[in-house]
């Protein structure tokens, strides 16, 4: 049997799908146009489909799993369950109005028609905020709406924001932080469950092998305490002394959101000869 998983057949998130199965081992050779490819070395196999298929296709039992984003998840409202985020795809869904708009408020939407492709996490976005605006619903294109004055705002997704600032838009609320999502049918049998708890222990190892990064460096003996402080590690860091009395070689892992801040405080504290190494996988 083979685990079936629904994947972007183009756009966006399709790159970042593929190279995250490769990451995992799982090897797909996409000889083109074909709507489904099977993988030689782990029991899966892919669907190319258009992404807002997918949440329906997934809740069907037509694929067990997907890949989509979780504006589209949430959008789509399927009978899905989330089972892990995947960190690529980010985007936010937000509220913008004209950069020339007085008012910049959420409140200041009440009463104001919103032009959107996402009535429906918008509509429920609305509602808990206790604002009273009619959603104009549009499939492309949204960012044009207020200045042809279909509508006073939109909600649309935005990455950099050069749409907006090129549409002379504002944002002025985030409705939703997204990212690509692994999705799956709540209704896995056992067979199928295991498979996926296979595919998603690889996932976590790549990913945790991506917010990590291997340290290597020099330190003076008389400041190990204060530098092995400052990389905690998996569990402490690894010493060994250099041929060079008085030095220590100094190994750890260090996680990337702070990254630079720990490399200038090594630095300050007299380690020397730096080097930072990408960690490929990571189990834990
Ligand atoms: O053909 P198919 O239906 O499968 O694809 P699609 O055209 O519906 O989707 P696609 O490929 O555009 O996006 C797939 C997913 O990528 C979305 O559902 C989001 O989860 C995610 N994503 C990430 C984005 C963006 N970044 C993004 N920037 N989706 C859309 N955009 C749009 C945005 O709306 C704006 O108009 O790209 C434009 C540029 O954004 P800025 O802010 O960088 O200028
Ligand atoms: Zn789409």
Redesign the pocket.
Known sequence: MNLKIAV???????DGSMQLLKECGIELNNGGKQLRILSSNFPVEIFF????DIPEYVQDGVVDLGI?????MLEKNKQTRLVERLGF???RLSLAVLRNESAKTLASLNGKRIATSYPVILRSFLDKNLVSASIHEISGS??IAPRIGLADAIC???????????NELEEIHTVLA???VLIANDQLNEEQRLLMERLLFRIRSVKKAKNNKYVLLNAPNDKLDIICNLLPGMKSPTILPLAQPGWSSVHSVIQENDFWNVIEQLKDNGAEGILIVPIEKMVL
Request: charged share 30%; glycine share 12%.
């Open positions: 972007q057949k183009s756009g966006r998130l399709h489909l258009r992404d807002d989509v984003g979780e504006n589209v795809g980010k985007c949204v960012e649309d997704i935005v990455s950099s924001g050069s749409t907006l600032f090129n997204s990212e690509a």
